[in-house]
C-alpha cells in the first residue's frame, strides 16, 4: 500500500501545485486536529481551510473533504452517532480521491466516504505545507493502514 499512496499523491501533485503557507498550515491542521480527536478545534480548522481555499475542480474536492471532516467533527464533538452526515463526493470530485470503488464493491458507504477525505486532506497537506512535512510524514503509516483496509476490494492482493 506503500506504492498505492505514493502513487496517488504523485497523481494529485499536479493539481495542487500550492497554497499560500497559512493556507497550507491551515489544512494541515484540519487533518492533525481531527486526528487527534480535538474535534471543536477540528470544525474550527476546516472552517478556517475552506474559506481560504480558492475556487477550481481539485479545490472543490479539497473543500468538500475539509466539509466531511468538519460534520464528523461536528457530529463527534456533540457526542452524536450519525454514520451519513449527508455530504459526498461528487462524481468529478471523485477523481481527486484516493479510494474510487464501483457501488457494489463498497461496504460501508460513509466510512469510504470519511476515509477518502481524511486521506485527500492528508495528501494535500503533505503536498503544500512545507513548515508541516516532518509531522505528516509521521503519520504516513495511519494512512497506509486505513488504505490497506481497502486493498481486497481494489483487486491489490
Not at 26 to 36: G, M, T
Not at 67 to 86: C, E, K, M, Q, W
Not at 108 to 135: G, K, R
Amino acid at each position: 500500500m506503500e506504492r498505492f499512496l505514493d502513487a496517488y499523491i504523485e497523481r494529485i501533485r499536479p493539481h495542487f501545485p500550492g497554497f499560500p503557507p497559512a493556507t497550507a498550515h491551515e489544512i494541515a491542521s484540519a487533518f492533525l486536529a481531527f486526528k487527534f480527536g480535538l474535534y471543536s478545534k477540528a470544525v474550527d480548522e476546516c472552517t478556517n481551510a475552506i474559506a481560504l481555499i480558492p475556487g477550481g475542480e481539485a479545490n472543490a474536492a479539497l473543500k468538500k473533504a475539509l466539509d466531511i471532516l468538519r460534520a464528523h467533527a461536528r457530529d463527534r464533538d456533540n457526542s452524536l452517532v450519525n454514520t451519513n452526515p449527508g455530504i459526498g463526493f461528487t462524481e468529478a470530485e471523485q477523481k481527486f480521491i484516493p479510494v474510487n470503488l464501483p457501488a457494489d464493491r463498497i461496504e460501508d458507504p460513509e466510512s469510504l466516504n470519511l476515509d477518502n477525505a481524511f486521506i485527500l486532506t492528508y495528501a494535500v497537506a503533505l503536498i503544500t505545507s512545507a513548515d508541516d512535512e516532518e509531522t505528516m510524514g509521521e503519520h504516513r503509516k495511519l494512512i497506509i493502514r486505513m488504505l490497506a483496509y481497502y486493498k481486497k476490494a481494489l483487486d491489490l492482493e
